[in-house]
């Protein structure tokens, strides 16, 4: 394999990198933020929550312990794929999630989506709930590799204000105000 290299494109000095930062904000400070709106245009009926989560962000196989310990005694061989052991190694996995709570309705959340990245924040892997995502885009695909702080405002921004979230909203606000009339007819 011959290879020639252009020297003036291999020439890192200072001039290559911007040390203005742009994205100052975290992505789950980024929804803390924008989704303050809710709540301020519910008068506190409906809110935007962004809680650390534990579990799985995307669709996966979960197999029987009984199958999984039968394919383990099977399997001969096994294909590493180096790849996994190169790129980002830190070992951290920030996941969160973005829900609505509504007032009086003390156990209900409605999840939007989730928000993973690793020790780097942006891009933030953006999983949304299906109809969300229809709603947003008009189609199936729920999800997003989002670049920078800027785009994930745009991206939260627009989805709140679909038709499908504002009818959502809508109907929490409904509910919130029913509870808050039961809660006085029992007093």
């Not at 929550?49 to 399997?75: H, I, M, P, R």
């Not at 969160?96 to 928000?115: D, P, W």
């Not at 670049?147 to 204000?161: C, P």
């Amino acid at each position: 394999m011959n290879l020639i290299f252009d020297r003036r494109r291999l020439t890192m000095n200072k001039k290559t990198f911007n040390f203005e930062l742009k994205d100052t904000m975290s992505p789950e400070e980024v929804i803390i933020e924008s989704g303050k709106k809710i709540a301020e245009c519910t008068n506190d009926m409906v809110i935007c929550n962004v809680d650390v989560y534990e579990g799985q962000t995307k669709s996966y196989v979960k197999k029987n312990n009984l199958w999984a310990a039968t394919e383990a005694f099977n399997k001969v061989e096994e294909t590493v794929d180096i790849q996994d052991v190169l790129g980002e190694q830190s070992g951290i996995d920030n996941k969160f999630e973005v829900f609505l709570s509504v007032k009086g309705l003390e156990y209900y959340k409605y999840r939007i989506m989730f928000l993973r990245y690793g020790a780097i924040a942006y891009p933030v892997e953006v999983v949304l709930n299906e109809d969300i995502a229809e709603a947003y885009n008009g189609k199936k695909q729920y999800i997003y590799d989002v670049d920078s702080m800027e785009e994930l405002k745009t991206m939260f921004e627009t989805i709140i204000n679909t038709d499908f979230c504002t009818n959502l909203i809508q109907s929490l606000i409904y509910e919130s105000m029913r509870q808050s009339r039961k809660d006085k007819s029992e007093n």
